[in-house]
């Protein structure tokens, strides 16, 4: 068996496939390959749109976004560019011409 696959569990490579899932033999714990492979993935970010972002996008504002402790807010069309995708609430960051590094939502931007 040259196509085994190794248990997330315990990694142990004696596993065997019982139709659409998989079962380890020392440990039990039985998967499905393809939830594990969505889940070392990560989470998919997507814009306003619904268009999936990559690090490295360029996105642009589509509303005004009031920004604490500056006079004035960042502006509905300011473009964004080379972001970097990150866990949290603002799942986006950034830096924004006039105002530096800050963290976004996605579902304020879409891609540019």
Same mark, same amino acid.
């Given at each position: =068996? +040259?196509?085994?696959? #190794?248990? #997330? $569990?315990?990694?142990?490579t004696?596993?065997?496939?019982?139709?659409?899932? @998989? =079962?380890?033999?020392?440990?039990?714990?039985? @998967?499905?390959?393809? $939830? !594990?492979?969505?889940?070392?993935?990560?989470?998919? !970010?997507?814009?306003?749109?619904?268009?999936?972002?990559? /690090?490295?996008?360029?996105?642009?504002?589509?509303? /005004?976004?009031?920004?604490?402790?500056? #006079? *004035?807010?960042?502006?509905?069309?300011?473009k964004v560019?080379?972001?970097?995708?990150?866990?949290g609430?603002?799942?986006?960051?950034?830096?924004? /011409?006039?105002?530096?590094? =800050?963290?976004? *939502? +996605? $579902?304020?931007?879409?891609?540019?």
């Open positions: =068996m +040259s196509d085994t696959k #190794p248990c #997330p $569990e315990c990694r142990s004696i596993t065997y496939p019982t139709g659409t899932s @998989w =079962m380890c033999g020392e440990c039990g714990h039985e @998967w499905n390959p393809d $939830e !594990v492979a969505a889940e070392e993935a990560g989470p998919v !970010v997507k814009d306003a749109n619904g268009n999936v972002l990559h /690090d490295g996008d360029d996105v642009i504002v589509i509303k /005004d976004l009031p920004v604490k402790g500056a #006079p *004035k807010a960042i502006k509905a069309g300011t560019r080379g972001i970097r995708l990150t866990d609430d603002h799942n986006i960051d950034c830096k924004v /011409d006039g105002f530096g590094a =800050m963290g976004l *939502k +996605s $579902e304020f931007v879409k891609k540019a």
